[in-house]
C-alpha cells in the first residue's frame, strides 16, 4: 500500500519565478492539505481540499494557490517567490472516520529560493 | 486563536535514559491530540489521543492526555539512538476540515 508520495524532493528557485508541487495521497483517501514547516517550527497550514475544491485556507496570500484533481492528487502553486518561502512543503492526507481524523504525511518537498 | 506549546524545545539524554515531553494546547471543541514523529522530513503518526487518563502505549513509547488540564505527556523508556528525532504535538481545530495546529516539536538527541 503506497504511502503519501510527493515531488519533486528538492527544488532550488529564484526570487520572483514560479513553483508547482506534487502530492499524490495514500490509497483510499481522499482529503490533502499542505503545510509548510520553516526551519526550527512546527507545520503551518495552507489549505485543504477535498472533492476538488478548497475547503479551509490558513493565514497564506493569495500567492499560495492549489487544485486537486478527480484522482484525488493535489498540486501545490506559489507565484512571485519570495525568499522567505524557502522552507519544507509537506503534503498529508487523510480519511474521516468515526474514531476520528488521522493525518499521513509524505516526505515533503525542500524548496529553496534564492 | 488556537495555540499548541511544547517543552522543552530542545533535549539531549544519554541511551537508556526516560524523557518526558510536553504539550500544552488551548483550542476550541477539542476533540482529539496527535503526536508525530520527524526524523527527516515525513512527520510519522505515533499516537491519537481522544479520551483524558486513558494512556496509550506502543513499545517504549506511552502517551497521556489530560482534558482538564489541557495538556498531553509524551513518555519514551529506554531511549536508544534511533529515538533522536523532532516530536510534534498537534491538535485538529474546528471546523470540521481536520486543520491541525502544530506546536514548535522538541528535537530530541539521544547520544550513546
Known amino acids: 500500500d503506497a504511502g503519501v508520495t510527493q515531488s519533486p524532493t528538492h527544488l532550488i528557485k529564484t526570487r520572483g519565478q514560479q513553483v508547482t508541487l506534487r502530492c499524490s495521497p495514500k490509497?483510499?483517501?481522499?482529503?490533502v492539505s499542505w503545510y509548510q514547516q520553516a526551519l526550527g517550527q512546527g507545520p503551518q497550514f495552507i489549505f485543504q481540499y477535498y472533492e476538488e475544491e478548497e475547503r479551509q485556507r490558513g493565514n497564506f496570500p493569495d500567492r499560495f494557490s492549489g487544485h486537486q484533481f478527480p484522482n484525488y492528487s493535489s498540486e501545490l502553486n506559489v507565484n512571485a517567490l519570495l525568499l522567505g518561502d524557502s522552507a519544507l512543503y509537506l503534503c498529508?492526507?487523510?480519511?474521516?472516520?468515526?474514531?476520528?481524523?488521522?493525518?499521513?504525511f509524505g516526505p515533503g518537498t525542500r524548496l529553496t529560493v534564492t | 486563536e488556537d495555540k499548541v506549546v511544547q517543552s522543552p524545545l530542545s533535549l539531549v539524554v544519554h541511551e537508556g535514559d526516560t524523557v518526558t515531553l510536553n504539550c500544552s494546547y488551548e483550542?476550541?471543541?477539542?476533540?482529539?491530540l496527535l503526536w508525530y514523529k520527524q526524523e527527516k522530513k515525513a512527520p510519522t503518526f505515533l499516537f491519537m489521543l481522544?479520551?483524558?487518563?486513558i494512556e496509550k502505549k506502543s513499545g517504549r513509547l506511552s502517551s497521556i492526555l489530560d482534558k482538564k488540564e489541557l495538556f498531553s505527556i509524551l513518555n519514551i523508556t529506554a531511549t536508544q539512538t534511533g529515538d533522536s528525532a523532532i516530536y510534534l504535538c498537534a491538535v485538529p481545530t474546528q471546523g470540521g476540515s481536520e486543520k491541525l495546529v502544530f506546536g514548535k516539536g522538541t528535537k530530541l538527541t539521544v547520544n550513546p
Open positions: 483550542v476550541t471543541n477539542f476533540r482529539s
Open positions: 490509497s483510499g483517501h481522499d482529503t
Open positions: 498529508a492526507s487523510s480519511l474521516v472516520s468515526l474514531a476520528g481524523t488521522k493525518q499521513y
Open positions: 481522544t479520551s483524558s487518563g
